[in-house]
């Protein structure tokens, strides 16, 4: 009987830690707030000897003295270390077909992003990774931006693209009673996709029987800047009004 007691209080224990990850992950994230940038860095304390070992970097002075006794870390690197933390190996940064999927729960667009913590990345083209962080909750991020800020924490939706959950960071996390909170930050760039013609119709309200303010064509952008029912309030140049979101791609 008691053996059977210490292995229920032992998987408890570990369905604690596993639950737990997530918030490890955030609370290193936000241990590092204030400290450096430098390339290639995974937390090294910042010398002179560092930088001149790096002359393209030490060329940046006096950005880079700034960070000489702190802690510094390059994008990847504020990434990577966090989830070590928790025993996570993030071996690829890009979420596309270039990465193992196995190294992944799932990815996706920041048009559909998850709500919960994960890495976040910023794309100049879908090869290459311009900036990564880490979505910490509350519509707040923590990444090692660069030279002048180094490791800051931003409100959403930021300038992200993606975002990736590596494999193991919810492992046996509960189910969740009640659906995921639905969250949406704007504005957001859209793009006016087929209608049943060429065009689009921007109404003054949300509604078919409202008057047309203007028609744009299809292939167009807009931003959206709210929604209502079927509905988003987009800006269009100095124009502004309601499309209805079947017309409309988020990016």
Same mark, same amino acid.
């Given at each position: 009987?008691?053996?059977?007691?210490?292995?229920?209080?032992?998987?408890?224990?570990?369905?604690?830690?596993?639950?737990?990850?997530?918030?490890?992950?955030?609370?290193?994230?936000?241990?590092?707030?204030?400290?450096?940038?430098?390339?290639?860095?995974?937390?090294?304390?910042?010398?002179?000897?560092?930088?001149?070992?790096?002359?393209?970097?030490?060329?940046?002075?006096?950005?880079?003295? /700034?960070?000489?006794? &702190?802690?510094?870390?390059? #994008?990847? +690197?504020?990434? =990577?270390?966090?989830? !070590? $933390? @928790?025993? *996570?190996?993030?071996?690829?940064?890009?979420?596309? /077909?270039?990465?193992? &999927?196995?190294?992944?729960? #799932?990815? +996706?667009?920041? =048009?559909?992003?998850? !709500? $919960? @913590?994960? *890495?976040?990345?910023?794309?100049?083209?879908?090869?290459?990774?311009?900036?990564?962080?880490?979505?910490?909750?509350? +519509?707040?991020?923590?990444?090692?931006?660069?030279?002048?800020?180094?490791?800051?924490?931003?409100?959403?939706?930021?300038?992200?693209?993606?975002?990736?959950?590596?494999?193991?960071?919810?492992?046996?996390?509960?189910?969740?009673?009640?659906?995921?909170?639905?969250?949406?930050?704007?504005?957001?760039?859209?793009?006016?996709?087929?209608?049943?013609?060429?065009?689009?119709?921007?109404?003054?309200?949300?509604?078919?029987?409202?008057?047309?303010?203007?028609?744009?064509?299809?292939?167009?952008?807009?931003?959206?800047?709210?929604?209502?029912?079927?509905?988003?309030?987009?800006?269009?140049?100095?124009?502004?009004?309601?499309?209805?979101?079947?017309?409309?791609?988020?990016?």
């Amino acid at each position: 009987m008691k053996y059977i007691l210490f292995l229920l209080i032992l998987s408890l224990i570990n369905l604690k830690i596993n639950c737990d990850k997530a918030s490890k992950v955030v609370e290193y994230a936000k241990s590092k707030i204030g400290c450096g940038y430098f390339p290639l860095a995974v937390g090294q304390i910042c010398t002179e000897e560092l930088l001149k070992k790096y002359p393209f970097i030490f060329s940046q002075e006096p950005k880079t003295k /700034k960070w000489i006794g &702190k802690q510094v870390f390059s #994008s990847n +690197g504020l990434v =990577s270390s966090a989830f !070590n $933390k @928790v025993g *996570i190996k993030i071996y690829g940064l890009i979420p596309s /077909k270039a990465a193992d &999927k196995t190294d992944w729960e #799932s990815y +996706g667009r920041i =048009s559909n992003f998850p !709500n $919960k @913590v994960c *890495i976040l990345y910023r794309f100049e083209d879908r090869l290459r990774t311009q900036e990564t962080g880490i979505y910490i909750g509350n +519509g707040e991020y923590i990444q090692a931006k660069g030279y002048e800020e180094g490791v800051i924490k931003g409100k959403m939706p930021g300038k992200w693209t993606d975002w990736t959950i590596p494999k193991g960071l919810y492992d046996n996390e509960p189910i969740p009673d009640k659906p995921k909170e639905k969250i949406t930050w704007f504005p957001y760039l859209a793009k006016v996709i087929v209608s049943s013609g060429r065009t689009v119709d921007i109404r003054k309200s949300p509604s078919k029987n409202s008057s047309i303010v203007i028609r744009i064509l299809v292939g167009e952008y807009v931003t959206i800047t709210g929604e209502e029912n079927d509905w988003y309030k987009v800006t269009y140049g100095a124009t502004s009004g309601y499309i209805m979101k079947e017309f409309l791609r988020k990016f």
